[in-house]
T-cell receptor, first 113, second 113 residues
C-alpha cells in the first residue's frame, strides 16, 4: 500500500520563485494536512482540509496556499518563496474528523536560497 | 492554548536499559494524546494513543505510556531499549474537533551498545 506520497523529496528554490509540493493518499481519508518541521520547533500545522472543497488555516499559514479538489490530493503552494520557508514539509492524512491517528508521508526537504 | 512540552531534547541510554521520555501537555478539556516515532529521513509513525479509559496504554515495539491527569503528563516508557529504537520521538495532543494537533519539539534518543 502506498499510503501518503509526497513529491518531490528534495527541492532548492531561489527567493521569489514559486512551486507546488504534491501530496496524494490512497486510503480514502477525508482529512489531510500539511506540517513544517524545523529544528527545535517540532511540527507546526500549516493548513488542513476536512474534505474536498474545504480548507482551513493552521498555526503557521502565512506564505502558503492550499486547495482540495479531490479526496486524494492536497497540494501546498508557495507563491513567492522566502528563506524563512526553508524546512522539511510533511503531509499527513487521517480517517474522518475525529482523533484518529495521522498517517504521514516521508517529507519534502525544501531549501530557499 | 494547547501546547506540548518535551523537556528532554536529547537522551542517551545503553542497550538493554529502561527508558522514559517525558511529555507534559496543556489543554483545557479531555486531551487526546499520541506518541510518534521518526526515523532519519522518514515520516512519523504512530507508537500509541490515549483517548479515554485505562490510563496505561500499550503500543507497538514494546512501548507503553501512562496518562496522569493530575500531572498533565503522558510519559513514554520501555523496559529494555534496543539499538533499533534510536530515533526522534514526538508527543502530540489533539482536541475534540480532531482538526488540529499540537506536537512537542521532540526528544532524540541515542542508544549505545
Amino acid at each position: 500500500n502506498a499510503g501518503v506520497t509526497q513529491t518531490p523529496k528534495f527541492q532548492v528554490l531561489k527567493t521569489g520563485q514559486s512551486m507546488t509540493l504534491q501530496c496524494a493518499q490512497d486510503m480514502n481519508h477525508e482529512y489531510m494536512s500539511w506540517y513544517r518541521q524545523d529544528p527545535g520547533m517540532g511540527l507546526r500545522l500549516i493548513h488542513y482540509s476536512v474534505g474536498a472543497g474545504i480548507t482551513d488555516q493552521g498555526e503557521v499559514p502565512n506564505g502558503y496556499n492550499v486547495s482540495r479538489s479531490t479526496t486524494e490530493d492536497f497540494p501546498l503552494r508557495l507563491l513567492s518563496a522566502a528563506p524563512s520557508q526553508t524546512s522539511v514539509y510533511f503531509c499527513a492524512s487521517k480517517q474522518g474528523t475525529d482523533n484518529s491517528p495521522l498517517h504521514f508521508g516521508n517529507g519534502t526537504r525544501l531549501t530557499v536560497t | 492554548a494547547q501546547s506540548v512540552t518535551q523537556p528532554d531534547i536529547h537522551i542517551t541510554v545503553s542497550e538493554g536499559a529502561s527508558l522514559e521520555l517525558r511529555c507534559n501537555y496543556s489543554y483545557g478539556a479531555t486531551p487526546y494524546l499520541f506518541w510518534y516515532v521518526q526515523s532519519p529521513g522518514q515520516g512519523l509513525q504512530l507508537l500509541l494513543k490515549y483517548f479515554s479509559g485505562d490510563t496505561l496504554v500499550q503500543g507497538i515495539k514494546g512501548f507503553e505510556a501512562e496518562f496522569k491527569r493530575s500531572q498533565s503528563s503522558f510519559n513514554l516508557r520501555k523496559p529494555s531499549v534496543h539499538w533499533s529504537d534510536a530515533a526522534e520521538y514526538f508527543c502530540a495532543v489533539g482536541g475534540w474537533t480532531g482538526n488540529q494537533f499540537y506536537f512537542g519539539t521532540g526528544t532524540s534518543l541515542t542508544v549505545i551498545p
